[in-house]
């Protein structure tokens, strides 16, 4: 690779043109992958020592977003997480071409999920694979949990209701999908705050404000569980409380 040197327009074309539609990456995955690209490869560096607050600035986004598009691109192969600390991740960047279309089962519509064998609901980190990640948009319907708008199944994310930065949880119960505009301008705020800042700048009525309290306070509760694949009689169920 060192001795190598790669034709940026080409490789970028290959991403645009075939890499970013098939994986169906959405616009932070995409703008992610270009960055990390652009400190690697590009540099005919095959691997990348960065933090994600490195990272998150650079691209002016909060962490979380940040960090869930890095695992998402390692699940599909994208990249290789090869070392993961406080201090940060060491990765091992792939081409466009040299991306598998396998990892296209990953990102299609599939069926349910099936929990981790062995593991509870409770003890189940959502956060682990596409799939797991995917029963929590399907049981917020598609919709942002904060602001109530309908996003697209690109336009999409998850968000900790409690931060990551205030030891919040991969658990179902501290959860949500959000809409990206949303996970950006909460970062690592409160819930409670965020929606009263929704409320204050006319996003949410009264009516949906006092509505998305009474809701966080059930998700917290553990009644609004996701659903999974053949769930046996006397397991925990993935229905609604």
């Not at 691997?47 to 600035?57: E, G, N, Q, T, Y």
Request: proline share 5%; net charge positive; charged share 30%.
């Amino acid at each position: 690779m060192k001795n190598k040197k790669l034709n940026a327009v080409q490789v970028w074309k290959q991403f645009e043109d075939v890499l970013a539609p098939r994986l169906r990456l959405s616009v932070i995955e995409r703008a992610v992958y270009s960055h990390l690209l652009r400190h690697s490869l590009l540099e005919r560096k095959r691997r990348l020592r960065f933090s994600v607050i490195w990272l998150a600035r650079n691209l002016a986004l909060s962490r979380t977003p940040v960090r869930n598009a890095v695992h998402r691109l390692d699940e599909l192969r994208a990249l290789r997480i090869l070392e993961r600390s406080k201090a940060g991740h060491v990765v091992e960047m792939r081409l466009p071409e040299g991306i598998r279309a396998a990892s296209d089962r990953k990102t299609g519509p599939g069926g349910p999920a099936k929990l981790p064998r062995g593991t509870s609901l409770e003890e189940t980190d959502f956060m682990k694979t596409f799939a797991l990640r995917r029963t929590i948009h399907a049981r917020d319907g598609g919709r942002c949990f904060y602001c109530l708008r309908q996003t697209p199944g690109r336009m999409h994310c998850l968000d900790h209701v409690v931060p990551r930065a205030h030891s919040g949880r991969n658990s179902y119960r501290n959860l949500v999908s959000c809409c990206m505009e949303c996970n950006a301008a909460k970062g690592d705020t409160p819930a409670p705050d965020f929606l009263r800042s929704l409320y204050r700048d006319g996003r949410l009525t009264a009516e949906e404000f006092a509505g998305r309290l009474r809701a966080l306070k059930e998700l917290t509760a553990g009644k609004f569980r996701p659903a999974f694949h053949a769930e046996k009689k006397g397991r925990e169920s993935g229905k609604r409380g």
